[in-house]
């Protein structure tokens, strides 16, 4: 694989390479990924946390990269290969912000983000050079209504929303949550879980919040089961999660947890604290039948990746991406026409069953969610195997509206 080192533009360099038509540095040789595409390459910028402190997930890398190795080998978009640089934010948002200021310079035509949550500070810098932002999660109201944000990831913004009909669905008659305290994003979090619960009927114990530095959970725990709650949902860091449900099962507590799907993925390697936790996901667990095929491609063209909801989810998000730039087939491939395939040509779109089918709806109304995939799948996980509660997408209620 050959790498291309790119400068950064912000005094507070953001770390970027360049990949072209392959997936890891062990793999350049394969020739099960060697690209086959020939005409003038599609840049694009892959940006999210791989590295530092704040839930950090460097298989979202490797997902892509595969996504992009199976497109160039099998003859790229119209022959034309994707070539993808990769700005690492490091969960920080000044770095966020050097990223779109790179990708501006760059002259990328999209900017891939699956689970960045620093987009907000991003997306001001890629709207004014109608540069589009594909594949983040909704934490924000201007994740969900900017013109050139395309999530495809249900999130903090809105995500909760299905917590109430999961959580009245495997039996909770009381409800209490524990929220993360982090900048732009607790609030909303805070009001979508009261909503979710107020619209099934469910008694609601209030919110507990949490620093991300904390790392003792135990008296957070006697504190939601004071309330009464003989449920509690989650919204946290992985590191936050992984310290909740270690007090959680070491106390015995016999509250149901119910969290995201995004955080329970990588705790494989603690396997005895997950079980008999309640996952809900806008993504399909790897240990899902269904999205079997797509574990075995990235498997296949980035080899030694780490299975996770991230990593196959990303994989997908670069799937769905080319899909619309194939249909659209536009001249050339500009920041311009790459926004308008964006907006033209996803309705309904598979994800190998990975995320829910996928759509984009072009608005002019102001504050209008545009956006998009809005239902869930829900597990009752037990170690390493889930069992579904809900095998087929649900739909997230409430969230249709104009906001």
């Given at each position: 694989m050959k790498l291309r080192f790119v400068a950064p533009v912000a005094a507070v360099a953001a770390a970027c390479l360049v990949f072209t038509g392959c997936s890891s540095n062990s793999s350049n040789n394969s020739s099960s990924n060697k690209s086959t595409a020939t005409a003038s390459p599609i840049h694009v910028m892959l940006s999210t946390a791989l590295t530092g402190s704040n839930s950090p997930m460097p298989e979202t890398q490797s997902?892509?990269?595969?996504?992009?190795?199976?497109?160039?080998?099998?003859?790229?978009?119209?022959?034309?290969?994707?070539?993808?640089?990769?700005?690492?934010?490091?969960?920080?948002?000044n770095l966020a912000e050097s990223c779109a200021q790179q990708a501006v310079?760059?002259?990328?035509?999209?900017?891939?983000?699956?689970?960045?949550?620093?987009?907000?500070?991003?997306?001001?810098?890629?709207?004014?050079?109608?540069?589009?932002?594909?594949?983040?999660d909704t934490n924000t109201a201007l994740d969900a209504t900017?013109?050139?944000?395309?999530?495809?990831?249900?999130?903090?913004?809105?995500?909760n929303n299905a917590s109430g009909s999961i959580?009245?669905?495997?039996?909770?008659?009381?409800?209490?949550?524990?929220?993360?305290?982090?900048?732009?994003?607790?609030t909303v979090i805070a009001n979508s879980f009261k909503a979710a619960f107020q619209s099934v009927g469910l008694p609601y114990g209030g919110a507990t919040y949490s620093p991300?530095?904390?790392?003792?959970?135990?008296?957070?725990?006697?504190?939601?089961?004071?309330?009464?709650?003989?449920?509690?949902?989650?919204a946290l860091s992985i590191a936050q999660t992984t310290g909740f449900l270690t007090a959680w099962k070491q106390s015995g507590s016999k509250l149901k947890v119910i969290v995201p799907g995004t955080t329970i993925a990588p705790l494989t390697s603690i396997?005895?604290?997950?079980?008999?936790?309640?996952?809900?996901?806008?993504?399909?667990?790897?240990?899902?039948?269904?999205?079997?095929?797509?574990?075995?491609?990235?498997?296949?063209?980035?080899?030694?990746?780490?299975?996770?909801?991230?990593?196959i989810e990303s994989y997908a998000i670069?799937?769905?991406?080319?899909?619309?730039?194939?249909?659209?087939?536009?001249?050339?491939?500009?920041?311009?026409?790459?926004?308008a395939a964006l907006n033209n040509d996803l309705r309904n779109a598979p994800s190998a069953n990975v995320l829910p089918p996928y759509s984009t709806v072009p608005t002019t109304v102001a504050n209008q969610q545009r956006i998009f995939?809005?239902?869930?799948?829900?597990?009752?996980?037990?170690?390493?195997?889930?069992?579904?509660?809900?095998p087929a997408w649900v739909l997230i209620p409430g969230i249709n509206a104009p906001l």
């Open positions: 997902g892509l990269n595969a996504a992009v190795a199976e497109i160039n080998h099998t003859g790229g978009i119209h022959g034309h290969p994707i070539d993808m640089a990769v700005c690492d934010t490091q969960g920080n948002e310079q760059n002259k990328d035509v999209a900017v891939l983000a699956p689970g960045n949550v620093l987009t907000a500070g991003m997306i001001p810098t890629l709207q004014k050079a109608g540069i589009a932002l594909f594949g983040a900017s013109p050139i944000s395309f999530p495809a990831v249900t999130g903090g913004y809105d995500l959580a009245k669905q495997i039996g909770c008659q009381k409800i209490s949550t524990l929220i993360i305290e982090a900048p732009d994003i607790t991300t530095s904390q790392t003792n959970f135990s008296s957070t725990l006697a504190a939601l089961q004071a309330t009464g709650a003989d449920c509690v949902t989650t396997n005895s604290i997950d079980t008999g936790v309640y996952v809900y996901s806008p993504v399909r667990l790897p240990s899902d039948p269904l999205v079997a095929s797509t574990v075995s491609n990235v498997t296949k063209y980035a080899p030694g990746t780490v299975i996770s909801s991230r990593s670069g799937q769905l991406f080319a899909e619309a730039l194939t249909k659209a087939n536009p001249a050339t491939y500009t920041a311009s026409t790459v926004l995939s809005k239902s869930v799948v829900a597990y009752d996980v037990s170690g390493t195997t889930t069992k579904t509660v809900t």
